[in-house]
């Protein structure tokens, strides 16, 4: 970046603390009010000098997620709550249909021992599963990573293989086709049946069919998600009186005239 970018970059890093400082100073304002809102303030894409995340406009990702650096996510890709992606020293790209479930990590290795660069490449219709950790490796086509595993430096995970939950793949093992890989360190278990290698593909469809509901229910504003709460309630006292239910407010729950009022 030369010195004009910088110069822009600073530029703009201070007009968005002052926009944060002011959103600060309304909410104090607000009083308590604030805390009843809904919608997530979390930055999600971060920039970092020149490198951008590039995500697909029909990708879902959270909006507890953050997306760092040089990141590229894919069509109908998914990235869920609490994953951090994270592109400093290198690049990490994830293919088209591929989810990676919640509070999972994927970063990246300038480089090995031997000098090899080492970006984190993950392809098309992978399942990542929850918490798992995938640091400098690459992960191929229609590959399942199980819950909690962790991938090092160097791993490859052939199209087809499946890594068991919680398995820790050490440094530059490969992970043949149609095979799944368990335990600390990981090892060879079995193969995998024809209905398991089906199972694989049908798991992503299935996420990318559920962010789908996610991804429209998080573009949903504040006052949209007020209406739908009242029209929730509504529903639910309509519905209580074509059964004749009288629903009691429990006596803890009412403010008599000469209640303490909240400061």
Same mark, same amino acid.
């Given at each position: 970046?030369?010195?004009?970018?910088?110069?822009?970059?600073?530029?703009?890093?201070?007009?968005?603390?002052?926009?944060?400082?002011?959103?600060?100073?309304?909410?104090?304002?607000?009083?308590?009010?604030?805390?009843?809102?809904?919608?997530?303030?979390?930055?999600?894409?971060?920039?970092?000098?020149?490198?951008?995340?590039? #995500?697909?406009? *029909? /990708? !879902? +990702?959270?909006?507890? %997620?953050?997306?760092?650096?040089? =990141?590229? $996510?894919?069509?109908?890709?998914?990235?869920?709550?609490?994953?951090?992606?994270?592109?400093?020293?290198?690049?990490?790209?994830?293919?088209?249909?591929?989810?990676?479930?919640?509070?999972?990590?994927?970063?990246?290795?300038?480089?090995?021992?031997?000098?090899?660069?080492?970006?984190?490449?993950?392809?098309?219709?992978?399942?990542?599963?929850?918490?798992?950790?995938?640091?400098?490796?690459? #992960?191929?086509? *229609? /590959? !399942? +990573?199980?819950?909690? %595993?962790?991938?090092?430096?160097? =791993?490859? $995970?052939?199209?087809?293989?499946?890594?068991?939950?919680?398995?820790?793949?050490?440094?530059?093992?490969?992970?043949?086709?149609?095979?799944?890989?368990?335990?600390?360190?990981?090892?060879?278990?079995?193969?995998?049946?024809?209905?398991?290698?089906?199972?694989?593909?049908?798991?992503?469809?299935?996420?990318?069919?559920?962010?789908?509901?996610?991804?429209?229910?998080?573009?949903?504003?504040?006052?949209?998600? *007020?209406?739908?709460?009242?029209?929730?309630?509504?529903?639910?006292?309509?519905?209580?009186?074509?059964?004749?239910?009288?629903?009691?407010?429990?006596?803890?729950?009412?403010?008599?005239?000469?209640?303490?009022?909240?400061?």
């Amino acid at each position: 970046m030369g010195s004009l970018g910088r110069a822009f970059y600073t530029v703009g890093f201070w007009i968005r603390e002052t926009g944060q400082a002011l959103d600060r100073l309304g909410c104090r304002l607000q009083g308590k009010y604030y805390f009843q809102e809904q919608l997530s303030r979390h930055r999600v894409l971060m920039n970092l000098f020149d490198k951008v995340p590039s #995500v697909h406009r *029909e /990708a !879902f +990702v959270a909006p507890s %997620a953050s997306i760092i650096g040089d =990141v590229k $996510v894919g069509r109908h890709s998914s990235i869920w709550y609490g994953c951090v992606l994270r592109g400093d020293v290198n690049s990490v790209s994830i293919g088209t249909g591929t989810n990676i479930q919640d509070n999972s990590l994927v970063h990246v290795a300038k480089s090995n021992l031997t000098g090899k660069v080492l970006p984190t490449i993950i392809g098309n219709n992978v399942t990542v599963g929850h918490s798992a950790v995938l640091h400098g490796c690459t #992960v191929e086509d *229609e /590959a !399942f +990573v199980g819950m909690g %595993a962790t991938l090092l430096d160097g =791993v490859v $995970v052939e199209k087809n293989a499946m890594i068991a939950a919680g398995a820790l793949v050490r440094q530059n093992t490969r992970i043949p086709c149609g095979e799944v890989w368990g335990g600390n360190p990981a090892k060879f278990l079995r193969k995998l049946t024809e209905e398991e290698i089906s199972f694989i593909s049908q798991s992503a469809l299935n996420y990318s069919n559920l962010a789908q509901g996610h991804a429209a229910e998080n573009a949903k504003s504040l006052d949209e998600n *007020e209406f739908e709460k009242v029209l929730r309630k509504k529903k639910d006292e309509d519905y209580d009186s074509i059964l004749g239910v009288v629903r009691e407010t429990p006596p803890e729950l009412i403010l008599t005239d000469n209640a303490p009022k909240a400061s």
